[in-house]
């Protein structure tokens, strides 16, 4: 039986129905990401250690370019 995952988007979500973003799912040592114009195209998934490194490099670049 598959799991049942609970999708978020991103606060940062644009559009007026917030659609145009990626969703991520957490599960027990893996996050799983998917379009969230498309969500039954497919997912992909990522350790969870390599995810947050991927999300803590994205946010220090931000914050360089956002002055």
């Known amino acids: 039986m598959a799991q ?3 999708w ?3 606060t940062f979500s644009g559009g007026a129905e917030g659609n145009t973003c ?3 799912a957490e599960l027990p040592t893996r996050v799983a ?3 969230s ?3 039954d195209h497919g997912t992909l998934t990522f350790p ?3 995810f947050a490194t991927f ?3 994205l ?3 931000t914050s360089r370019t956002a002055t």
């Open 59 to 61: 946010k220090a670049d």
């Open 4 to 6: 049942a995952l609970n």
């Open 22 to 24: 990626v969703e991520i």
């Open 8 to 10: 978020r988007k991103s």
């Open 37 to 39: 114009k498309d969500p």
């Open 33 to 35: 990401i998917r379009d």
């Open 48 to 50: 969870s250690r390599a």
């Open 55 to 57: 999300v803590d490099v």
